[in-house]
């Protein structure tokens, strides 16, 4: 069984930086894929970034495209999502997945493990 446990939310202004990140434990296929989502009340879990566990390939959302960068680390069993020029519409629960297939989805039904979620929230 795979656990994930994501940490380095809080509350920032807009402008500032912030890095989530998410440790992974138990066994997983070195091929998965790794997201970042994010979910605010009364809709749906969004795609915010992904990565290849195995080769490092990336994925963005247009919406965050150029101002957050997703990266792994396969020897602490890690991944971090680093969030810069935030945007009060980047206020969300942010979650890591784990996919245990090559190919990247957008969607999060494709992804069968999940972290609890940290609260990122950026005032005006």
């Known amino acids: 069984q795979v656990q994930l446990v994501e940490s380095g939310g809080g509350l920032v202004q807009a402008g500032d930086s912030l890095r989530l990140s998410c440790a992974a434990s138990?066994?997983?296929?070195?091929?998965?894929?790794m997201a970042w989502f994010r979910q605010v009340p009364g809709k749906e879990r969004e795609f915010v970034a992904g990565?290849?566990?195995?080769?490092?390939?990336?994925s963005y959302a247009d919406s965050v495209e150029g101002r957050f960068t997703v990266s792994r680390d396969n020897t602490k069993n890690t991944a971090e999502l680093q969030m810069n020029s935030l945007k009060p519409e980047d206020s969300a629960v942010y979650y890591c997945a784990l996919r245990q297939a090559w190919l990247i989805e957008t969607s999060a039904s494709k992804y069968e493990f999940w972290g609890q979620g940290t609260q990122v929230t950026v005032s005006s």
């Open positions: 138990g066994r997983f296929d070195k091929w998965s894929h």
């Open positions: 990565i290849g566990w195995s080769d490092g390939t990336t």
